[in-house]
């Protein structure tokens, strides 16, 4: 069984950083691309990064670009996103999320979320 | 970017009857279309993909329709646990987008 379980979220304040994780199981993690979505409170789904399984490629929405950074250790079964400069605006639910092959998207299992607010 | 824009915002059906949602690109994305479904307090799940294939385990129900910029999901028959938020997402270029999401509410 597929199971994604998002940690590191949290209250951090304007301008701090923040690192989430992602542990992945049943699966054979290392040959999947896997993804960032966020959701504002009340608000619609936003993808923020994707990386590739195959050469560790990265891809990154607009907003985040230059602050956050994706990253996966296949030997831990883990995704990361590193947050940097952090904005009110990135308050939201941070869904780590499997893609369904043989590219990035569309995203075939999600976890549960983590919630990040940044606010002082 | 592609924008995607789902039409109604807001549907109100009575279980048993037929949905049908709309979705928009402002070009085109190919098949490279996806539905989700959001019910409240959950993640999303995946529905459909590239267009009209059916994900592992969604009902029959469920069915998607469309090439190129004009996208439709249809529920043929409304359950009660369908009623959720669903969306749209293309994959057809970087970066990826979703669309605003289209309510389903019980009327």
């Known amino acids: 069984e597929v199971q994604l379980l998002e940690s590191g979220g949290g209250l951090v304040q304007p301008g701090g950083s923040l690192r989430l994780s992602c542990a992945a199981s049943?699966?054979?993690?290392?040959?999947?691309?896997m993804s960032w979505v966020r959701q504002a409170p009340g608000k619609g789904l936003e993808w923020v990064s994707s990386?590739?399984?195959?050469?560790?490629?990265?891809y990154y929405a607009d907003s985040v670009k230059g602050r956050f950074t994706i990253s996966r250790d296949n030997s831990k079964n883990t995704l990361y996103l590193q947050m940097n400069s952090l904005r009110a605006e990135d308050t939201a639910v941070y869904y780590c999320?499997?893609?369904?092959?043989?590219?990035?998207?569309?995203?075939?299992?999600w976890g549960q979320g983590t919630l990040v607010t940044v606010s002082s | 970017e592609i924008v995607l824009t789902q039409s109604p915002a807001t549907l109100s059906l009575s279980p048993g009857e037929r949905a049908t949602l709309s979705c928009r690109a402002s070009q085109s994305v190919s098949t490279y279309l996806a539905w989700y479904q959001q019910k409240p307090g959950q993640a999303p799940r995946l529905l459909i993909y590239d267009a009209s294939n059916r994900a592992t385990g969604i009902p029959a129900r469920f069915s998607g329709s469309g090439s190129g910029t004009d996208f439709t999901l249809t529920i043929s028959s409304l359950e009660p646990e369908d009623f959720a938020v669903y969306y749209c997402q293309q994959r057809s270029n970087w970066p990826i987008t979703f669309g605003q999401g289209t309510r389903l509410e019980i009327k």
């Open positions: 990386i590739r399984g195959s050469d560790s490629s990265t």
């Open positions: 999320a499997k893609a369904r092959p043989p590219g990035a998207n569309p995203l075939d299992y």
């Open positions: 049943g699966f054979t993690f290392s040959s999947y691309a």
